[in-house]
């Protein structure tokens, strides 16, 4: 019989490593020392040259999603290059790796899918968390920053099991894009504690636990051993919860805040953000934050996350804690909440209303609506965090225009699918007057011989800084003033004096905007006394920390 000798690697492995490889930007020096001689064709290109063949090659694809995916190949094969296209077109491409088209990936992750990036733990085998991390080969200050999902409600469309990796993969992309943070360094995580989605649990290719979601005391002890050993293991890491759901997300917030370097994005990022947001608004519609009257249609995760930051706000402007909180008005599926409904969360309890005061307004089928809520209150604010497309209707926005002069109109909920209204017609129903941002990505809307720039009330717009800002500082908690520090930060970038001005800074300044944001964070950190790493020169700080998409001098090692 022959005898084979073991087939050594078709691939070199310098060319599998997308931290490493460089592909046809390999001078030839550096194939000759790297032993790629021979498996690369001849010509040397720049990093430049090799992003414009990617940018052309990405423009080929044929739709969003098949975009999403060719970047998300470039991804798995060279990191500077992804980052480098990324970066160089930043607001044409936020939207494929990022909100809406990341909504899409989620949904078909396990038929698009190519390899595995990221950590995938299950609730199934818990014993095997530290296993999965020590797979990673790294060490305890090799790790900023993980992001992990256990996927109930990703963005507006609900639970998607495993492929909301891809939603950790994706917040992490905007954190590197926008913010520097070292991709190197940084780990995505999925929770896959099962999905209550039918539709994945009937499919032969669905990549997840095939069984409904756990709950109860065995969810708890797979969060706290996450936690325990994440942090343990990596105890430099900041680390960021997404799309949790509404049972689960601020439950989670709250039991470990004090104890951990935890960060929720969708309570978090996005209270701060919409803060931002508001702040720049009031400055236009000149009534004052302490005066304000905000009404929440969606009173989930984030709509009362958003409540609470506006309610810290109008305190913060001289408002009595009770003041503040009387002027807060949250609907839910329920209706308008009141304290005699019996299945109020324990987060809306402090916002329901006394059924006396309400005793006399309309209701449908027992349920005060949205429209008799706008028109009893006369709203200075309405946000819409519903995940209800078109909730947002020519009459309730004409029954606020009629209530304020200039209504605040934040309807923020993602991906497009589940938005409460389209900013063209919230300006067109409003004849202008409303000042309005949602959480996508939308071109101007010119009405009345005007222009209308529309900020992108996305928590993308503000947790990157956040982030780096925690990461630069060594802050061992994400406190309250970080938060306020990073909202007023983003608030104090935006000149609202020109007519139709945005509301936040364009994402085409994201990357400048987010260091700003990253010094006002390292600011509050040390002041706060949270801060570990004490830097008397933030900006300058931050800079340095600021990773860049270039091949490093050298030879790559
Ligand atoms: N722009 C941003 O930065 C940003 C950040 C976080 C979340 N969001 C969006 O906000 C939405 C909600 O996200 P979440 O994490 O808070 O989800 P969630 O499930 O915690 O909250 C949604 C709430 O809306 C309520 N709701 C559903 N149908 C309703 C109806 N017909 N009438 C009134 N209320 C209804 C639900 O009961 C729930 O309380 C999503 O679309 C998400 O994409 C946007
Ligand atoms: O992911 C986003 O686009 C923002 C936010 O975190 C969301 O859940 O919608
Ligand atoms: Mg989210």
Redesign the pocket.
């Known amino acids: 019989m022959t005898q084979h000798t073991v087939r050594t690697p078709a691939t070199p492995s310098v060319l599998e490593d997308p931290f490493l490889d460089r592909d046809v930007a390999f001078t030839q020096a550096e194939r000759e020392a790297l032993g790629l001689t021979g498996r690369l064709p001849t010509g040397v290109l720049t990093l430049e040259q090799q992003a414009q063949r990617a940018y052309q090659q990405l423009q080929a694809q044929g739709g969003d999603l098949a975009k999403n995916v060719y970047l998300e190949q470039l991804h798995d094969r060279d990191e500077t290059l992804y980052y480098k296209v990324l970066t160089e077109h930043l607001v044409e491409l936020l939207p494929i790796v990022?909100?809406p088209t990341v909504g899409q990936a989620i949904e078909k992750y396990s038929h698009e899918y190519r390899r595995p990036r990221g950590v995938f733990l299950s609730i199934d085998r818990p014993e095997d968390i530290e296993k999965s991390f020590a797979t990673l080969k790294l060490g305890p200050e090799d790790v900023d920053l993980i992001v992990c999902t256990d996927a109930e409600e990703i963005?507006?469309i609900g639970d998607w099991g495993v492929g909301g990796i891809q939603?950790s993969v994706g917040k992490l992309a905007v954190y590197t894009a926008a913010a520097g943070i070292d991709p190197r360094r940084v780990v995505p995580v999925s929770l896959d504690v099962g999905t209550d989605r039918e539709s994945l649990l009937k499919d032969p290719l669905y990549l997840g636990n095939r069984h409904s979601r756990v709950h109860g005391a065995d969810y708890d002890a797979f969060i706290e051993k996450y936690l325990r050993t994440a942090s343990s293991m990596f105890p430099d890491a900041l680390l960021h919860f997404?799309?949790f759901g509404p049972s689960n997300a601020r439950r989670i917030l709250e039991k470990y805040r004090d104890s951990y370097r935890i960060f929720n994005?969708?309570v978090q990022g996005?209270g701060a953000i919409t803060l931002a947001a508001a702040l720049s608004a009031v400055k236009v519609s000149g009534v004052p934050m302490r005066d304000q009257k905000l009404v929440v249609f969606g009173a989930g995760t984030a709509g009362v996350g958003i409540a609470d930051q506006l309610r810290d706000a109008m305190i913060r402007d001289g408002a009595s804690a009770e003041q503040a909180t009387a002027q807060v008005w949250l609907i839910d599926k329920q209706g308008l909440l009141t304290r005699d409904m019996a299945d109020l969360r324990d987060y809306q309890q402090p916002y329901a209303r006394d059924p006396k005061e309400v005793a006399g307004w309309g209701t449908d089928g027992g349920a005060i609506s949205l429209l008799e809520t706008v028109r009893q209150v006369r709203p200075t604010i309405l946000l819409g965090t519903s995940t209800v497309h078109g909730a947002f209707t020519r009459e309730v926005v004409e029954t606020m225009a009629a209530g304020t002069e200039r209504p605040i109109i934040f309807p923020i909920s993602?991906p497009t699918s589940r938005i409460e209204a389209m900013p063209a017609d919230v300006i067109a129903w409003s004849k202008g007057k409303a000042l309005v941002a949602v959480?996508i990505p939308v071109p101007p809307v010119d009405f009345g011989g005007m222009t209308y720039h529309i900020g992108q009330a996305?928590?993308?717009l503000l947790y990157p800084g956040l982030g780096l800002g925690t990461i630069v500082s060594g802050a061992s908690r994400v406190t309250a003033g970080m938060l306020v520090a990073a909202t007023q930060a983003v608030a104090d970038q935006v000149d609202v004096s020109a007519p139709g001005a945005s509301l936040l800074p364009p994402v085409e300044n994201l990357r400048a905007s987010s260091a700003i944001t990253a010094a006002a964070v390292v600011g509050a950190a040390v002041s706060e006394g949270v801060a570990t790493n004490k830097t008397a020169d933030p900006d300058q700080a931050v800079r340095q920390a600021m990773w860049e998409p270039v091949y490093a001098d050298g030879m790559a090692s």
């Open positions: 990022y909100d963005l507006g939603i997404e799309d994005d969708d996005t993602n959480g996305n928590n993308a």
